[in-house]
């Protein structure tokens, strides 16, 4: 859904896990940060690389709808850019305050899509001093690989990874048969094949209506989305790989946060039982099932969704069933992260921050002289 749970800045500190024993000397308190402006959402996280990885030390996020009412006019709204300037300010404050020297700031579908995309992008510098990019789909669905790779399975030989978003859902098969042991961001190098899907949880509900979906108008949305699943080129060699088993799901997004919020029955969202959690092929039908029937009143007062994603969450949910139908895999990992710790683990690497301890020498034995 173009963003995580309702409390994404909640649970500091967040630890990402990485294979690097030492940090460099050059790097130690050196200040990160990410900023991810999508169809939906403003989100930035800043954080300090650690021996393992990365610690989370401030995070921002605010869903600001940029995207409302593009698929009707290509344009973004004035109402619409307003709330992400505002959005944008606070985080140009953020990283003012903590003196953030290495960051990367890009935005995703709606500033993509957008006719006066560009347009909106100089105003953000001239306003905010902030110098945005638009980042390609290919390099969205890189960003993606990165920031979950550590929860890719160690023995899987293939991941289906899937991003909802606002105004796009990227989809990429991992082919780790022959990966040789390689973890982290170097999974990056075992992308087999990738589509970016022109649909979102915003679009999609903007075409079929979000807030009382009846049966008909949900399998109306699944089959819009699923009719882009067929520019896939490597389709039938990924279902070939699923037969042949330890294939797993791994999505990252509102639409999956919420799910296993809802599977869970938290009374308040908590990334730390979400990130990283596993449903089975049942669950997630189970769960599908059970947001498709809650009127929409139910979804405002539902703790995981809530009312800025109510009229949204059918629409992740019809964009994953179609996902599901084409690509069955019978368990499904849930990642509460995803491009921003993408960004900060390619920052990251770039800098060299991570070195290899060198090999322990053992003094020879045998007399000395």
């Known amino acids: 859904m173009g963003g995580h749970g309702p409390h994404c800045a909640s ?35 800043v954080a300090r690389p650690e021996q393992r990885g990365f610690r989370v030390v401030d995070a921002y996020s605010r869903i600001v709808r940029l995207g409302e009412g ?29 003196g953030v020297e290495r960051f990367r700031l890009i935005a995703t579908e709606a500033c993509r899509a957008a006719e006066n995309g560009p347009q909106f992008i100089e105003r953000v510098r001239q306003e905010t001093g902030l110098a945005l990019e638009i980042a390609s789909r290919e390099t969205e669905a890189r960003l993606a690989v990165a920031g979950c790779a550590s ?7 293939g991941v289906v990874l899937f991003d909802i978003g606002g105004g796009s859902s990227e989809i990429v098969w991992l082919d780790l048969r022959n990966r040789c042991g390689a973890r982290g961001v170097a999974l990056t190098r075992f992308i087999r094949a990738w589509i ?21 108008t949900f399998e109306a949305m699944v089959n819009d989305a699923r009719s882009h699943l067929e520019a896939f080129t490597l389709g039938r060699e990924l279902s070939a ?95 509460d992260r995803g491009l921003r710790e993408g960004i900060l683990m390619e920052l990251m690497a770039a800098d060299n921050v991570w070195r290899r301890k060198p090999p322990h020498r053992q003094r020879p034995r045998g007399r000395t002289r």
């Open 151 to 157: 929860l890719v399975c160690p023995d899987a030989n």
């Open 70 to 98: 593009l698929g009707h006019t290509n344009r973004l709204g004035e109402a619409a850019m307003d709330r992400a300037l505002e959005a944008l300010a606070c985080c140009r404050d953020k990283l003012e305050d903590r």
């Open 196 to 216: 970016s899907l022109p649909v979102g949880v915003v679009n999609l509900a903007e075409r079929h209506g979000g807030r009382h979906v009846t049966a008909d």
């Open 11 to 45: 649970g500091l500190p967040r630890h990402v896990s990485r294979d690097g024993p030492t940090i460099a000397d050059e790097a130690q308190g050196r200040l990160y940060a990410a900023l991810d402006l999508g169809t939906n959402n403003c989100r930035l996280l």
């Open 241 to 335: 790989a699923i037969c042949d088993g330890k294939v797993h799901m791994l999505g990252t997004s509102g639409t999956v946060t919420t799910l296993a919020g809802v599977h869970f029955g938290l009374k308040r969202y908590d990334r730390r039982r979400v990130d990283g959690a596993w449903m089975d092929n049942e669950d997630v039908t189970a769960m599908i099932e059970r947001l498709r029937a809650m009127p929409y009143e139910e979804r405002v007062d539902n703790p995981c969704i809530g009312a800025d994603r109510a009229d949204l969450v059918l629409a992740g949910c019809a964009i994953l069933e179609a996902i599901r139908r084409r690509w069955p895999c019978q368990r499904l990992r849930v990642a």
